[in-house]
């Protein structure tokens, strides 16, 4: 079975899907693992550590991903004028990797067209037999403790409350929008430096989850709040009675709020825009609002991807893209470890096979492709 990791060329993109230890337990596996030269070089892992734990080193990304079975990846194939990825698969190869699914119906059609069978990690069901697997939990934790290090950087203050001959400096005053895995990370984070936390969210269930760690829960109506959580434990598209409530309610709380962190997210649609420009224009100069949704379209009016703006009352409203590669060696450390668990659900070490098994909810939940046909029944395919 071989096993290959192309470098990453998405444009900003550090992190790598493995690394050395986990190509040590490929390699236990019964894997050949081949890597591109350099491909764990922005994560700070060097060729030769790769090469000491057993994979080969191999100079370009076509003749890495030439003979493989499995292809692992961090982003998309990249196919466009000048680069096709796709096209150096064999055909039959296996990719996984956080494929984008609900924006890239193009890409699917193309994986499938290609023969290559494919996996799209964000996919991942939340059930506690596939959490070591779930990429958007671990790589949501770590953007959500950046987020919290990002504003302290941006904000001219401090974040806990300080008693000198000089002065009292009082806390900042911090309000994350969205207590999933992201907000959750970013209240623990806010609390050890010090701040003052509040945070909201449809889902009931989280008001206790955001108490445990010393956050005020900020209550909208609790019994439309009732109605915001999927079988499947996501949230889903609020009424437009609770949208007014939630605006009336955040106004208030923002006009008081040095530092906002928005985090929601509904799957498979555009991200709930929950901060308005009158609820920005109500905030105090100085004031940082940090918005992690923004490559899903942004919670805050006014954010842009990739950017920081100044408004005209002097709040920072920033637009991280990518905010996990900036912690890339952690980032990748989690996000490599969620890929070996995945696959070896799939490996008979025994026969040295790799056989995808689509009666496993698992396999069944992430497969887009298989055998030159899109298979999930989300995106346009029939169950296999
Ligand atoms: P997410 O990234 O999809 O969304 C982030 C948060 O935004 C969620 O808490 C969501 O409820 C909230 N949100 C959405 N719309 C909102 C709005 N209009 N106003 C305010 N908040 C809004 O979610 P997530 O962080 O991936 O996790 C969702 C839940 O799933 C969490 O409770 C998490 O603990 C749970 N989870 C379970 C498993 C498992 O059982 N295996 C694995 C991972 C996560």
Redesign the pocket.
Known sequence: MKLAVPKEIWPGEKRVAVTPDTVKKLIGLGFDVAIEAGAGTDAAIPDDRFADAGATIVKTMKATVKDADVILKVRPPVVDGKTDELAAYKKGAAVIALLDPYDRKDLIEKMAAAGVSSFAMELMP???R??SM?V??SQ?NLAGYRSVIDAAHEFGRIYPMMMTAAGTLPPARIVI????????QAIATAKRLGAVVSA????P??KE?VQSLGGTFIEVDEDDAAD??TSG???KE?SDEY?AK?AAKLKDVLAKTDIVIT?????GRPA?Q?VTADMVAGMKPGSVIIDLAAERGGNVAGAKLGETIVTANGVKIIGPENITSSVATDATAMYAKNLLNFITLSVDKDKGTLVFDPKDQIIAETMLTCDGKVVHPKFGGEEV
């Not at 929008?177 to 959750?184: D, E, I, Q, R």
């Not at 985090?263 to 799957?267: M, Q, R």
């Open positions: 939340r059930i506690s596939a959490q779930d958007l939990s949501s929008v969205g207590a999933g895995v992201a907000g959750l909201f969210d449809v889902r269930a989280v989850q915001g959580e434990g996501y949230a609020m949208k939630q985090t929601a997210l509904i799957p709930p929950i």
